[in-house]
């Protein structure tokens, strides 16, 4: 079965909850569509989604994300952690470091960001964090970030998948 969890906000601990809730009613070996544009949020509370994920993951659940406008921050995190990602034509990633903590508590975040961030690009080093990188569909998909794009064309078609599965 096919479940669609909307990524519409900014990561925060209502949205761990929320996801937490959602991922409860996936079964093993179910495929989760995020729908995603959001600014990011909480950097903590993205590494939770994630974690939550790689739990769902353990038993057999895929992720797909399709990624509309901006996938940026904590939210880019849970992008990059899905199995298969799919950018809109002008839509942006943003990966940087994490902010508003202490010391500790970013390095902490950052070497959690920069595993995730390994799995699709194994060569970016933690000290490129500290620079917000904009990452373009076309780029993204160039670089193995992203394993396509969503055109017009091809739209049509992921919506009519989507009414389809619902």
Known sequence: MTHIYYLMSDIDEGSVKEFSEFISQVNDGDNVIIQSMS???LVFSGLAIVQMMDIAKARGVTFTAYVYGLSASASALITLNCNQVYMAEGALILIHSAWGGTDEGIKI????????IHQRLPEYKLDE?????????????KIGLADGIITNSNNLKLVAFFNKHN
């Not at 964090?129 to 998909?141: H, M, P, R, T, Y």
């Open 39 to 41: 600014h990011g949020g």
């Open 109 to 116: 975040a950052n070497e959690e960001q920069i595993k995730i």
């Open 129 to 141: 964090l500290e620079q917000d990188v904009w990452i373009s569909s076309a780029e993204a998909v």
